[in-house]
């Protein structure tokens, strides 16, 4: 029995993975999976520092004509002590000296014919223009926590520890497969009876995108013999990804073949359209998605399930998607029955739904850059009408279950 789109999400969310981790230096971290969790061992800043090149002095001397006894360079390490109606000259970073208890501006003050200072602004109050320790980040605060993609801000975060190596989890591995003898590579010569596989230089570049180390091995032919050559050999992966071959057609192998394989299966079937006959399992430690060999429901199929499961494998804590409230750009009709995903362009403002939409078109996601998820009840919607977008070419997950579907 077909599962719905709810528990089919709910189950992958729900495997268990144990991803390995690796070393690397801090600047090739980049979008991989932190491993670990980090607590700063250094508060930053380190030291009271000044957050203005200008003029340093007790906040009771701030109506004096105020005798400038040193000056402090960022990097310098000074004892000074401020008597009445003294100040210092301090710039940007520099150490605060524990006398000072205000920053008066340069361009607020004037410096007087006999080098005297007068502080014009008035309105400064104690402990303006100085930054504490602690301020930005106290010891033993979180700078990373195991499960989060690290980004350049992060690095940012990371250098400032002194951190120069990181343990991230290692990049799963996919193989990606294709099956039926109708189909040719792209860079094979076709007959007029065929067709060029566009499904798996697609999900092949795809898990590229998600950071995932990914291996092409070939195309079967149609028979149970061929495809298992292909699964035997893919076993050493974390999944294997296939299109084509999970519907009831005469020639479809590939469940045939998983099954000769002592497949586990998880699920057969999601409440969706398109892509309702897509077959989820496991041989041994490998997980199978097995997507529709039509191209639209495919890699709409994959945008919905398969970048939560490369989430998961990736060690990831945020994998549901995110999404965006946006206007409906114009009236919408829809055949009702099961929870539909309709591509389309969001401009910022408004979704547009793609005119051309069947299962087996090639085109579609060429136009699109998100997607919408209509509930199994609505047949209509009206322009204007607020609606969820999950994206397709950009990245936007999010660490807890947020619903999805749009309802009337």
Known sequence: MALSVDNALK???ELIVNPKFEIIPIEESINRICAQDINAK???PRFNNSAMDGYGFRFEDINKELN???TVFAGDNKNITLKEATCIKIMTGAVVPNDVNVIAPKENCTVLDNGNVLINDKTLKEYSHIRFVGEDINIDDKVLS???EINFADITLLSSQGISYINVYKKPKVVVFAS?????????????HQIYNSNTPTLLTRCKEFNCDVT?????????ESLQELIKNSLDADLIVTSGGVSVGDADFTNEAFLSLDFKQIFRGIEIKPGKPTIFGKIENTFILNLPGNPLASALIF?????VLLQKLLGSNSIFHGTINAKLGTDLKNKK???TIIPGLFDGEYFFPEDKRLPGMVSTLSRSNCMIALSEDISSLKKDTTVKLLPINWKFFRKDYKDFITYE
């Open 68 to 70: 400038i006894i040193d």
């Open 216 to 224: 092409f091995i070939g195309q079967a032919r149609d028979s149970i």
């Open 337 to 339: 029955g099961r929870i």
């Open 11 to 13: 189950t992958i969310s």
């Open 180 to 192: 039926g003898e109708e189909l040719k590579l792209h860079y094979e010569k076709i007959e007029d």
């Open 303 to 307: 945008e919905v399930f398969g970048k």
């Open 146 to 148: 195991k499960g989060d």
């Open 42 to 44: 250094l508060a930053l």
